[in-house]
């Protein structure tokens, strides 16, 4: 009877052993969540470029961090998107120049990424491929050929040009063609409480001057884009560890964006 008692009782310590680990191990998952879900919602969250439309500044294939305390908190800040609140806290005005990713104003299930060229009460129209800002001319100017190598294995090569900003900033910029469909627009006038967003790739980008896009609401600021992390030109599956060292872009890498 004394032996059986002690048997019964080390398997039932073992069993609360067994029930205390697991319940530790559960835990530890859901504070790594919770903790988690905080740093994605108030400082950093990670976004992957899937379209070509900010090349040359971002290419299809880039891993990069967005923060999310730039611009201030919208309901959009949150996972999931929760309406928990109205307009944004701790609000920021984006630079002119800046890399921002939004939610697209038309469909907010969404996430696009532009940069901000026009704030509020700006007027910005393009003729004949340049950038006009408040009827002044944006300057640019031509530099060697963009070449990269597309997700098919296809060399791009294609113009390329350095534009500055009125307040200085500058970046590079595509023109596929110059008499492409958005080379000539009217003057939009950017409402209060709106921007104005475009792609770096000039002639390939659904933007603000498209009715697809239109102007970027205050709200639907997600945060500035940072740096990029991580670069795969997508000829690798993440199985096929022989083939990263061609498919990983090691120079694009911890790379801050302009």
């Known amino acids: 009877m004394t032996n059986s008692t002690k048997a019964g009782g080390g398997i039932a310590a073992k069993k609360k052993r067994r029930g205390g680990a697991?319940?530790?191990?559960?835990?530890?998952?859901?504070?790594?969540?919770?903790?988690?879900?905080?740093?994605?919602?108030?400082?950093?969250?990670?976004?992957?470029?899937?379209?070509?439309?900010?090349?040359?500044?971002l290419l299809v294939g880039?891993?990069?961090?967005?923060?999310?305390?730039?611009?201030?908190?919208?309901?959009?800040?949150?996972?999931?998107?929760?309406?928990?609140?109205?307009?944004?806290?701790?609000?920021?005005?984006?630079?002119?120049g800046d890399v921002a990713v939004f939610k697209l104003p038309t469909d907010d299930e969404i996430d696009y990424i532009k940069r901000i060229i026009g704030l509020p009460g700006d007027r910005i129209q393009m003729k004949n491929s340049l950038l006009y800002i408040n009827g002044e001319l944006v300057p640019r100017?031509?530099?060697?050929?963009?070449?990269?190598?597309?997700?098919?294995?296809?060399?791009?090569r294609l113009p390329q040009?350095?534009?500055?900003?009125?307040?200085?900033?500058?970046?590079?910029?595509?023109?596929?063609?110059p008499d492409g469909l958005l080379d000539n627009t009217p003057v939009f006038v950017v409402p209060e409480g709106h921007y104005f967003g475009m792609g770096d790739?000039?002639?390939?980008?659904?933007?603000?001057?498209?009715?697809?896009?239109?102007?970027?609401?205050?709200?639907?600021?997600?945060?500035?884009?940072?740096?990029?992390?991580?670069?795969?030109?997508?000829?690798?599956h993440f199985w096929e560890v022989w083939k990263w060292g061609s498919a990983i872009r090691g120079a694009r890498l911890l790379t801050e964006i302009k």
Do not use: C
Request: negative net charge; proline residues 6%.
């Open 22 to 57: 697991l319940w530790d191990t559960f835990k530890t998952i859901f504070y790594a969540v919770v903790a988690a879900l905080i740093v994605r919602s108030v400082a950093y969250e990670p976004f992957n470029i899937p379209s070509g439309s900010m090349i040359p500044t």
């Open 62 to 96: 880039d891993y990069l961090f967005v923060s999310k305390f730039s611009y201030g908190y919208t309901h959009y800040s949150l996972p999931w998107s929760p309406r928990l609140f109205s307009g944004r806290i701790l609000d920021s005005m984006p630079e002119r």
């Open 201 to 236: 790739n000039r002639d390939s980008s659904l933007d603000s001057r498209t009715q697809q896009v239109g102007f970027i609401p205050d709200e639907n600021l997600i945060g500035r884009a940072e740096t990029i992390f991580f670069s795969s030109n997508g000829t690798a």
């Open 141 to 156: 100017e031509q530099i060697e050929d963009f070449v990269f190598t597309d997700t098919q294995g296809h060399e791009q």
């Open 161 to 177: 040009f350095i534009e500055t900003l009125p307040n200085g900033k500058r970046y590079n910029t595509l023109d596929r063609a």
